[in-house]
């Protein structure tokens, strides 16, 4: 049995560790943003009940609607396919991050929060899954997963 890898497996390797770096890096942008958006978008204060309504909405509502779009990325990328949903995660956080930067209100940075949230957590499990389907011998999936992953930290 060979052990070494491809050069197709090696590059796809690459490819999602950087994707999982900068997955964590947006991930925890928010809380560098939070303070100046709110003073620019809503002029609200830290210690004000706005300003804290805000900072919990901001951090909980992308949260759970990247959790719940997480769960459903496992049945996205079997019926359309790894490649496709990884693609369509990887554009959906990239214009959403972006667009987050121009938003106007604090309702538009909210939804570009959650849809940013949603491409991070459906790009993930569309990237294990295929990680995992590359690499069919377990010793070699478990570094794989272990190596890529540990990117995110």
Known sequence: MKTGFTRTQWLICIIASIG????????????????PALQDLIGASPGTPQFEYWVGMLFFVPAMAG???????????????RRRVLVGSILLYAFSACAAGFATSIEMLLFLRCTTFVGVCVEFVAAVAWLA???????????????TQAFSS
Do not use: H, N, S, W
Request: hydrophobic residues 50%; glycine residues 14%; proline residues 7%.
């Open 20 to 35: 999982f770096a900068f997955d964590i890096y947006e991930l925890l942008m928010l809380p560098l943003i939070v303070r």
């Open 67 to 81: 959790g719940l779009f997480g769960l459903l990325g496992g049945y996205l990328t079997d019926l359309l396919g």
């Open 133 to 147: 389907e590359l690499f069919p011998d377990p010793r070699q999936r478990e570094k794989v997963l272990g190596f």
